[in-house]
């Protein structure tokens, strides 16, 4: 009994291990690579496909429908999506003024329509009204502003399995590319054209059901160019949150503008420009990517919404863009509502002072318990000269910095006239030359 109770054991541990090695993420990634995509650090995310006329979640309304309704979405739909209006120049320019560094495209969502020209299915974006590659001209857009080029493909397919006579499901074996042969031979040519027929990618989004299925996506991706970074599918990438403690980089959180992917003309709530940019904050100061997504709606334009949420992240980092070029998380990564960055290879902090209210003019004091000053520190404010408070010539706007019993202290004025009527909700940013994390 005793042999047979060992051998149990040994069993156990075997189909234990088994597990785990079917579980574990299989990254390819070359580690230069990955550094490479941690200083991107700020991309723009786009979800879109032709269900957008119905403003409905983008795919998912396949799941649980008739099959009237599965007939109508599938044969009807594509014959009304036209985004005559669509420019993709315009997104471009817009992702580069706002500092990013990188788009993520959705090439092909779950319910199988490509947004890309493909000889494997007819469910795409040629055979619309609209009748042109998108996806082509979404990468010569953004590559044209010297954005890195990330595409977003789901081996899941609801088409493909409308196609085979399969029920559309999220939970049953069938609908899985492991599964289902005729499925994994399909998404891997789809991925072989992606990777092949508008040059250099430098990013693969992979989004579905399963490691397996994502992983012999994967393997086409690595196999056509080594040097491309997969993010999901390979690293972690949170959805919707922020990790609570900074975890190993790269990794990068994805987060929607509104509640939706994509586009919802009714019942949307989206967030305002401080908490974006308070996210980019936080999210870069642990060491990770925020790809902030955007829908376009059914004529191809940026809801007005989204792009003034746009334009005032733009105006942000217009003024405050030097904290995050070549810059990296600081071992302290913050300290009650400041949150840092430094400067690679140099002995420059930037503090993100995220204060709730901030008068034009006012001046606060405030100390840093973990920093402190060299005889030769140095303070600025980003984006402000520190001279003059327009109208009040007699008024000191010099910021100062010393070391005290309890921490580095600085003051600093909010001088700078951003919007006629003085006001400015979002974080100010000073900058430290020379100092240093107390001992």
């Not at 580690?31 to 998912?60: A, C, K, N, T, Y």
């Not at 070391?403 to 909700?425: A, Q």
């Amino acid at each position: 009994m005793r042999k047979v109770g060992i051998l149990l054991m040994i069993l156990a541990a075997i189909w234990i291990n088994k597990v785990s090695a079917q579980d574990k993420i299989l990254n390819l990634n070359k580690p230069e690579r990955e550094e490479w995509f941690s200083g991107l650090g700020f991309g723009m995310f786009i979800h879109w496909s032709m269900d957008v006329q119905l403003g409905l979640v983008i795919s998912h309304s396949m799941v649980g429908a008739s099959d009237d309704y599965l007939y109508r979405y599938v044969n009807e739909l594509p014959n009304t999506f036209n985004p005559d209006e669509f420019d993709a120049s315009e997104w471009a320019k817009a992702a580069k003024l706002a500092g990013m560094k990188y788009v993520v495209f959705t090439t092909k969502h779950h319910n199988g329509f490509c947004m890309f020209d493909t000889k494997t299915t007819d469910f795409n974006i040629i055979n619309t009204p609209y009748g042109e590659d998108i996806t082509r001209q979404v990468i010569d857009a953004f590559r044209k502003e010297g954005l890195a080029i990330g595409l977003y493909f789901s081996p899941d397919d609801f088409h493909f399995l409308y196609r085979q006579g399969v029920l559309i499901s999220r939970t049953r074996p069938e609908v899985l590319a492991s599964n289902n042969e005729q499925l994994n031979k399909y998404v891997k040519r789809q991925m072989t054209e992606l990777m092949t027929q508008y040059g250099n990618i430098d990013i693969v989004f992979l989004d579905g059901m399963e490691q397996y299925g994502k992983t012999e996506v994967a393997k086409v991706c690595w196999d056509i160019n080594p040097d491309i970074v997969v993010t999901r599918g390979a690293i972690k990438t949170p959805e919707q949150e922020i990790p609570d403690k900074p975890i190993p980089a790269p990794w990068e959180a994805c987060y929607t503008f509104g509640d939706q992917w994509q586009y919802r003309p009714t019942n949307e709530n989206y967030k305002s420009a401080t908490d974006v940019i308070q996210k980019l904050i936080e999210i870069r100061a642990k060491g990770g990517n925020f790809l902030l997504n955007f829908g376009p709606d059914e004529k191809g334009r940026f809801p007005q919404e989204q792009a003034a949420g746009l334009n005032e992240v733009s105006l942000w980092m217009f003024i405050n863009q030097e904290a995050f070029d070549n810059t990296e998380p600081l071992d302290i990564v913050h300290e009650d509502n400041i949150w840092f960055l430094k400067k690679k290879d140099e002995n420059t902090i930037y503090a993100f002072l995220v204060e709730d209210q901030w008068r034009f003019g006012e001046r606060k004091v405030i100390v840093i318990k973990s920093l402190q000053a060299r005889r030769d520190s140095k303070i600025f404010i980003l984006g402000q000269n520190s001279k003059v408070l327009e109208y009040f010539p007699d008024v000191d706007t010099e910021p100062t910095i010393k070391n005290t019993n309890v921490g580095l202290e600085i003051s600093v004025m909010r001088s700078h006239r951003i919007y006629n009527d003085r006001k400015w909700s979002n974080p100010i940013v000073v900058k430290l030359e020379g100092a240093d994390l107390k001992n």
